[in-house]
């Protein structure tokens, strides 16, 4: 019979044993389902294009058990429950509260509000920085710096929130914000809400230089060493010593008034090339330093309910990581999940990745920690064989750069980087987009974006790595600009909150492309179902939104983010 009459026979059942409308892929497999959930309409529109929607509202469509056949289908099973999820968000960091530190208390409070409260984007899931990054803004500090202080009698976090001097930086209009008061600013925006979820992972870039083998933050790469530049190891016989360090950071903001939610031993183990602030691990490295020193550290402190997660790194190699660690029983105690980035790519999600690692270890989160638009604007270096859109310019105040191919990354058309088909000029909405989307069809229990406001440059960073970040601020002039990955992320986050289920969901592309129509779902405790789309084309797109028995035609206008959000009456009727 061919794939038409089987589609045909399977509408005509449909009020009877309901199916599900097969024509148009012979490749997919054909679901089907007789629960009814009861409905009648979507619940809720929301829009984000590069038309000039911003969370708009638009109008519902009815639901019908009429089956107007269709090869484009996203099909939704909300009775078949997955991963929870952590939330989503943006970082705390030293270089975001410096450029906030520009604008009038009240004007600032505006845009901490526009990130966290709920008429904002209401971010549930954040991180911060133990000490300095590249997104520091000088850089080369850490809270235990007297060397040889092995007991850490001198530690203290006062460098997250000593200010910004105006004698030395003329611009800034409250010498008092910093670090800690962007976070105790977001807790009190928080505080006054129904829905006050701020979950905070910590992640330190390096130990203190005196704990690790090269004595300082970093060494660059030069002809000197051939360009194998390092940010070093820690010294045997400091494992100890840095463990104490990291659960001493959780004690004294504890006492400040933040508790911190999670913590990995360190950002990117595989370092930088000695770029900026950063420490090396090997998998088995790692695995011994949890295993004898951070572990038992973390159980025997205050902080046993602190949320471990190891790696903190590119997706590409997470399964050798989670091989070697969440394998040993001894070390996975102490574990909770692993921490991923997405710099190996800019179009892959790695979902295969995801998939092997959840399968090998069903009990541990994925969760995103850090992604951004990196190198914005950054010059060619050598063996860049595209200088000109390597360097990327005009996305200040430009929501057309950010809905449109003009991004480029580190390893764009370089002859020197591995996989080059990785690194194509890509759309940064896009990228971030797809990257929930299919992260969260595939395991992932959280998302964080690095810098969650940066100014005009995508700065300051000490070592002139900028980057985008969803609210870029002229410091001259106090203008704010939201970008499209603002509202974007926005979206996702009002509509994706911490506790709510992923679900089953199954797109049939019926002759799109493979990158054109992305979707997933998520459920709420209270039955609330969110379907998240995006249409990645220059053209709208037509399709069935099945829900169990019943399905609504939907129209995902082009270039946009949509969300569909639907209440369930019964589940499993």
């Known amino acids: 019979m061919e794939v038409r009459a089987i589609a045909t026979s399977a509408c005509l059942a449909l009020r009877g044993e309901a199916a599900f409308c097969t024509s148009g892929d012979n490749r997919e497999q054909a679901l089907s389902t007789n629960k009814n959930f009861g409905l009648t309409s979507t619940t809720e529109i929301l829009l984000t294009s590069e038309a000039g929607d911003k969370m708009s509202v638009v109008p519902n469509q009815p639901f019908t058990t009429e089956c107007e056949e269709s090869d484009k289908r996203v099909v939704i099973q909300p009775d ?143 002809e000197k060493n051939d360009w194998e530049g390092t940010g070093g190891s820690l010294k045997p016989g400091y494992e100890s010593t840095y463990a104490d360090y990291l659960v001493k950071y959780l004690d004294h903001y504890k006492e400040a008034g933040v508790d911190i939610w999670g913590l990995t031993p360190v950002n990117e183990p595989h370092g930088n090339s000695g770029n900026w602030e950063s420490m090396h691990f090997s998998a088995e490295s790692q695995n011994t330093f949890i295993k004898t020193f951070l572990g038992p550290a973390l159980k025997e402190s205050a902080f046993s309910d602190t949320r471990l997660l190891i790696y903190d790194q590119n997706r590409d190699h997470l399964e050798h990581w989670t091989d070697i660690i969440l394998s040993d029983p001894d070390t996975a105690t102490y574990v909770y999940g692993s921490a991923v980035h997405w710099y190996s790519s800019t179009v892959d999600v790695y979902e295969k990745v995801l998939e092997k690692v959840h399968k090998k270890f069903p009990d541990f989160a994925i969760i995103h920690t850090e992604g951004c638009i990196d190198d914005l604007g950054k010059p060619a270096p050598k063996g860049i064989l595209d200088p000109v859109k390597f360097q990327e310019s005009g996305w200040f105040d430009n929501d057309g750069f950010w809905w449109n191919e003009n991004a480029t990354d ?74 499209p990955i603002y509202h974007v992320l926005a979206q996702f986050s009002r509509t994706i909150r911490p506790g709510d289920q992923a679900v089953k969901t199954d797109t049939v592309l019926g002759g799109l492309g493979h990158d054109d129509l992305h979707a997933s779902a998520t459920l709420n405790q209270s039955g609330l179902l969110s379907v998240q789309l995006l249409n990645t084309t220059k053209k709208s797109i037509q399709f069935n939104l099945r829900i169990g028995a019943q399905v609504a035609q939907i129209t995902l206008p082009a270039n946009a983010l949509q969300t569909v959000r639907v209440q369930l009456l019964r589940i499993g009727a």
């Open 80 to 222: 078949i429950t997955k991963q929870t999820i952590t939330g989503i968000g943006a970082s705390f960091t030293e270089s975001a509260a410096f450029v906030l530190a520009h604008l009038p208390p009240a004007k600032r409070h505006e845009v901490m509000e526009k990130l966290y409260a709920e008429s904002g984007a209401n971010f549930s899931l954040t991180r911060t920085p133990i000490g300095s990054t590249d997104f520091s803004v000088e850089g080369k500090l850490s809270y235990a710096e007297v060397e040889g202080d092995t007991t850490l009698e001198h530690f203290t976090i006062e460098p997250d929130s000593n200010g910004f001097s105006k004698a030395k930086y003329p611009g800034i209009q409250d010498e008092s914000f910093d670090v800690l008061p962007m976070i105790k600013e977001a807790q009190s925006i928080k505080a006054i809400q129904d829905d006050s979820s701020l979950n905070i992972i910590a992640s330190a870039w390096t130990a203190p230089p005196w704990m690790k083998d090269i004595n300082t933050w970093f060494i660059k790469g030069s």
């Open 410 to 483: 580190w390893a764009y058309t370089a002859t020197w980087a591995p996989n080059p088909e990785n690194h194509p000029i890509y759309t940064p909405v896009h990228r971030y987009a797809r990257d929930i989307i299919v992260g969260f069809n595939h395991w992932m229990n959280g998302w964080v974006d690095w810098n969650a406001v940066l100014d005009a440059k995508g700065g300051p960073n000490h070592a002139g790595n900028f980057c985008g970040a969803p609210i870029m601020i002229d410091t001259e002039t106090g203008h704010v600009y939201y970008t």
